[in-house]
């Protein structure tokens, strides 16, 4: 499937804009937590968190000088318990204050939690991230609320955020996380008090249109394509959002999901490759399935294809999902590698394991503001997931995903065929045997792609076929473009845009 780059026509170029990506993608540091604890349990990850896992520079830590090439684009999300002690105190749950123990040299000489907040903060910033966000426990700290009304506490804690600069509140679990009007109250008083923050939502679908963000929460690795997609799925009834309020759907670290069906990711892949530093395998991201921490290129991609197509407003009435459903499945052969014990508390998950066999049934297509794709199986009667959008802004995309069968990730190359309408601007990710866009632009001229990872557009006018609207691209072409500016290591699928001149 590689092309020559050698008869491709380079031109003096970059499509991609320079401005920041608008969408709140992140990276978050729950599994780089446990990455650099070797031991699987929660309490571990959270005493790890801090200055040392942040700022150090040998392995497993320094954390902040990840994704260098993406920082710009992407916010930086401290995770559970950047505001709890090295020794776990339940009471601190909630307290957004920077641990002085984790945090010295952000604490060191503040006159106030807000000023040791923004000394992180422009740290931070100073090393290229978008911003800092933090995991937020949903309940008030048993030991800072005292006297204080939940409105009272709240209040204070925004006011805070917002004089620290702080980006991002990713409120997760806690005594109230399946509480409605306590997820409206928090989004209500931010919007009051801190109108620069965004507050991310989850555990409580209802809360889709009553605030920023929405996420579609954790998922195996082996499983997480079809699993995060049945979660999509699941938000077809959402209606949209109300006013005021972004009603983003974050789907976590599927970068070409989110990328193509204009949702936010909350990235949780890091660049340590392979296992633990103790030499235990990191069963988190298994190198014996997708091996997602060798894909890091796919992050870029993403993070800059949202700079031309921005992450916009789940309407459950705007996305059709495919009445036809693919099954993934995944035979164990040493559970002790294969399975982690957080599987065990989601009933989403055991209920799709018998004996050995993993299982998981998802939608084959799903697409916001525009008609399913059409897709041809390929000869072994094999066929990918697709997702595909038609962003506000007029831009288009489509991804092919992979598929898990027995104890193989694969992703078919099939003939695919969708309808890009007058789009000019167009993002595609995944493998094809072909890709024909069916177009409403019958005047185009010329013909540009580029690697989304990349900064140098090609002229392939004469290696695709443009005939009465009708634009068909050989999938040879997307990969050896679509692949050309990751290094050796990197096993990342493609991802290129597509420019339309006339």
Not at 83 to 94: H, K, N
Not at 150 to 171: H, I, N, S, T
Not at 474 to 497: F, H, K, M
């Amino acid at each position: 499937y590689d092309m020559n780059m050698n008869y491709l026509k380079k031109l003096n170029m970059d499509l991609i804009p320079s401005v920041p990506n608008p969408s709140p993608d992140y990276y978050c540091t729950w599994q780089t937590q446990l990455y650099a604890t070797c031991d699987g349990k929660p309490e571990g990850q959270r005493a790890i968190i801090g200055e040392k896992g942040m700022f150090a520079k040998e392995k497993p830590y320094g954390w902040a000088y990840f994704y260098e090439e993406a920082r710009k684009d992407l916010l930086f999300i401290m995770d559970d318990s950047w505001d709890v002690p090295l020794q776990d105190d339940p009471t601190y749950y909630g307290s957004l204050l920077l641990n002085e123990e984790k945090f010295p040299e952000a604490c060191k000489n503040a006159a106030s939690p807000a000023e040791a907040l923004k000394n992180l903060t422009d740290r931070m910033k100073a090393l290229g991230w978008k911003g800092l966000g933090g995991w937020v426990c949903a309940q008030e700290s048993e030991r800072f609320c005292r006297d204080r009304t939940p409105e009272e506490y709240w209040k204070d804690m925004l006011m805070a955020a917002q004089e620290a600069g702080f980006a991002y509140w990713k409120v997760d679990w806690g005594k109230k996380d399946t509480d409605l009007a306590f997820r409206r109250m928090l989004t209500d008083l931010g919007r009051k008090y801190a109108p620069d923050l965004i507050i991310e939502h989850a555990k409580c679908p209802a809360a889709v249109p009553y605030g920023d963000a929405y996420r579609t929460y954790d998922v195996p690795a082996i499983m997480s394509i079809p699993m995060t997609l049945q979660k999509i799925k699941e938000f077809a009834d959402t209606p949209a959002p109300t006013e005021g309020n972004m009603g983003l759907l974050n789907c976590e670290d599927e970068a070409y999901t989110a990328a193509a069906g204009g949702f936010s990711m909350g990235i949780m892949r890091h660049p340590y490759h392979g296992a633990f530093t103790n030499g235990v395998p990191d069963v988190s991201f298994p190198q014996f399935h997708r091996d997602l921490k060798s894909k890091m290129a796919e992050v870029l991609r993403a993070a800059r294809w949202h700079r031309m197509a921005p992450a916009f407003a789940m309407d459950g009435s705007r996305m059709t999902v495919d009445s036809q459903d693919l099954t993934d499945t995944w035979r164990f052969e040493n559970r002790d590698i294969e399975l982690e014990d957080w599987w065990f508390r989601k009933p989403f998950i055991i209920g799709c394991i018998e004996g050995e066999l993993l299982t998981k049934t998802a939608p084959a297509r799903i697409a916001r503001n525009c008609a399913l794709a059409d897709v041809t199986p390929d000869e072994s009667g094999n066929v990918p997931y697709i997702v595909s959008a038609r962003n506000p802004n007029g831009a288009f995309s489509i991804a092919t995903l992979g598929r898990t069968a027995d104890r193989t990730y694969f992703l078919p190359r099939c003939k695919v065929t969708a309808e890009s309408g007058n789009a000019e601007t167009i993002g595609i990710f995944g493998c094809y045997e072909s890709l024909t866009l069916k177009t409403s632009l019958s005047t185009v001229t010329r013909i540009l792609m580029q690697d989304l990872a990349g900064n140098t557009a090609y002229d392939v006018t004469e290696q695709v076929s443009f005939e009465k609207g009708v634009l068909t691209i050989p999938g040879a072409l997307i990969e050896t473009i679509g692949t050309s500016a990751q290094n050796g290591n990197d096993t990342s699928e493609p991802g290129v845009v597509l420019k339309l001149e006339f």
